[in-house]
């Protein structure tokens, strides 16, 4: 399925959602690192809908059939875009571009604008903090009156004593209210401007002691290129920070605050693959501007899939096999930690599904509607690991493209590749495995494949050189092969 990142709309969903593997059990993760302790938008439907992008944000066209190994470019002419130029070549599995304009809804990832000079974005977050700030004064003032004109009366209210207020209230450790407590220290509002005074707001958290925060690549994107990137704490203290590498197609950035203090302290991790269905989760994050704000949920559904965009002319799809949450998640809580009961960071709060593509003050954002999707954070734990060490992402491929029709009953190869290319990249994963054009992949080990997206997002669940079973279909015969997984490094 696709989904908006905060504020664009999102695909729909596929029309059959995939099995979920089996999870192998795992040990819970603490704080991740790599050799010491270094270490959001609707939903679009995988196989029946594209990536969606920020209102405002134009799609270029998209190649054909990208390859296996790179996420396939936005629809060549989404329903919330206007054609522009094409991006590049093969991700995980090609799109074929007609197919993409069969899409409806798109998926937005979750970066709130923020009003900036001369630009259009960020209308409604100046919406709500101007109606905060009246509504605040009037409150102020018609209390202070009401308080004046009743000074001479008896009061009917009970103050709690000094020794028994709210402020000695313990909270057991296991409460909604104590986790918070823990984790709101470790979390960042994160502000990404443009050279051009573009920009927008989301969420981040504390990955390592040395300063890395991880947060969504949509989420600073704008500020790639001599932009201006800011984190600030909830206690008010603000640091530069500059992007140490972003993946694109997975949709996670690491950034490092530039001076950071010694008292960081990183969020522990949890292990997504032992996430259920039904457990409790809390997400943070600066909905609509609102920095250091908690919601709550459950774990609706796990193995989502869901391609999303950030909606830039030169955007490719980011796809994920996600996990749905029903806690309100709204544009700004992009990059945001999604815990677990305990406090563990279970995923990264990256999009949203929505009703319509339009919001309150006609600024096209819409907000949460009770289903949003994480990244979990084993696949993200080991991406942020990879761009602190080389700043580039790595991907697995199969070295196959393949459609995006909707109504197949799973990933067809196409006849051909990007750009006139082979559709089986020779000598890669699929042709050593004897793939072929035409061959329609059904299932990636336990998982059902009903569509390009959900072969993708399954995909890159894996590292490049693990083994897994594709099973597919030929002439009406079922077929299953092994195949060794390729890698591909970057985003071009």
């Known amino acids: 399925m696709s989904t908006e990142n905060e504020g664009n709309p999102v695909p729909p969903a596929p029309s059959a959602p995939p099995v979920p593997p089996s999870s192998p059990a795992a040990s819970s993760q603490a704080a991740a690192s790599d050799g010491g302790e270094a270490p959001t938008a609707p939903i679009p439907p995988t196989p029946q809908s594209a990536p969606g992008a920020p209102a405002g944000d134009p799609y270029g066209p998209a190649p054909q059939a990208p390859d296996a190994s790179w996420p396939p470019p936005p629809p060549a002419t989404p329903s919330y875009a206007d054609p522009g130029a094409g991006a590049g070549a093969a991700w995980g599995s090609s799109y074929d571009q007609q197919q993409y304009q069969q899409y409806q809804q798109q998926p937005f990832q979750q970066p709130q604008p923020a009003p900036k000079k001369g630009s259009g974005r960020g209308g409604l977050i100046a919406a709500v903090l101007v109606a905060a700030l009246v509504a605040g004064g009037l409150g102020g003032g018609l209390g202070y009156t009401l308080a004046k004109n009743n000074d001479d009366s008896g009061s009917t209210t009970i103050s709690a004593s000094s020794s028994g207020g709210a402020t000695q209230v313990k ?75 972003h993946a694109q197609g997975y949709d996670v950035a690491v950034i490092k605050l530039k001076n950071p203090p010694s008292d960081l302290k990183p969020l522990a991790l949890g292990d997504s693959d032992k996430v259920a269905v039904g457990d409790e989760t809390i997400a943070i994050g600066a909905p609509f501007g609102l920095s250091n704000t908690v919601t709550t949920g459950i774990i609706s559904a796990k193995n989502r899939p869901v391609a999303s965009s950030d909606g830039s002319s030169t955007s490719k799809a980011s796809y994920m096999s996600a996990l749905q949450t029903d806690a309100s998640i709204n544009p700004g809580n992009s990059g945001g930690p999604l815990l677990d009961a305990s406090g563990a960071v279970i995923g990264i709060n990256s999009a949203i599904q929505s009703a319509s593509s339009g919001g309150l003050g006609s600024t096209g954002q819409s907000g949460s509607i009770g289903l949003g999707f994480a990244i979990p954070i084993n696949q993200a734990k080991y991406v942020a690991q990879q761009l602190i060490k080389t700043g580039k992402p790595v991907y697995a491929k199969i070295g196959a493209s393949v459609t995006l029709e909707d109504g197949t009953s799973g990933a067809q190869i196409t006849d051909s590749g990007s750009g006139g290319s082979a559709a089986v990249e020779s000598g890669g994963p699929a042709d050593k495995a004897g793939l072929k054009p035409g061959d329609v992949i059904t299932k990636l080990d336990d998982s059902v494949i009903d569509s390009g997206p959900t072969l993708i997002g399954e995909i890159w669940t894996h590292k490049p050189g693990d083994k897994v079973e594709i099973t597919y279909k030929r002439g009406g015969s079922e077929h299953t092969v092994t195949v060794t997984l390729g890698s591909r490094v970057g985003d071009n």
Do not use: C
């Open 171 to 245: 909270r057991a450790a296991g409460t909604i209210a104590a986790v918070a407590q823990n984790a709101l220290p470790s979390t960042v509002t994160i502000e990404s401007e443009s050279t051009n005074g573009e920009g927008g707001t989301g969420t981040g958290f504390v990955f390592d002691k040395q300063g890395h925060i991880i947060t969504n690549n949509h989420v600073v994107a704008d500020s790639l290129d001599g932009g201006k990137l800011t984190a600030t704490f909830p206690d008010g203290k603000k640091y530069d920070a500059e992007v140490v590498g």
